[in-house]
């Protein structure tokens, strides 16, 4: 049991990445030169929040739980309502513009990990 703790640690860890702007002569100011694309982008895609439905509604059937004991009790049979949720339909392009505009200047979106 031991050893399978680390073993799961490793694994866990290496499926999370870290990334980084970076530009190459590593001199420039990130949010000086980040801010006008931002700003940019967001000109350009402002937000535009929908909504939309995460979950259609549905009907969970009666079930019948049992005990160690024996001892059963019904769950009755109910309605889930639909569940929604709000985005931003504008998200995805303005975040490729803002990321055009950083890869216009020389910088590069890597992993640092």
Known sequence: MKAIVPLLLCSLLAGCATYQWRHGDGTRNFDAESYP???EAAKAFPPDMR???ARAASFQQPRQICGANNQCTWTPGYWEPERR???DAN???REDMYSSCMKAKGW???RVD
């Open 108 to 110: 590069a979106y890597i």
């Open 91 to 93: 998200a995805e392009q």
């Open 51 to 53: 909504e939309r439905v």
């Open 85 to 87: 949720e709000s985005f």
């Open 37 to 39: 694309c931002k700003q």
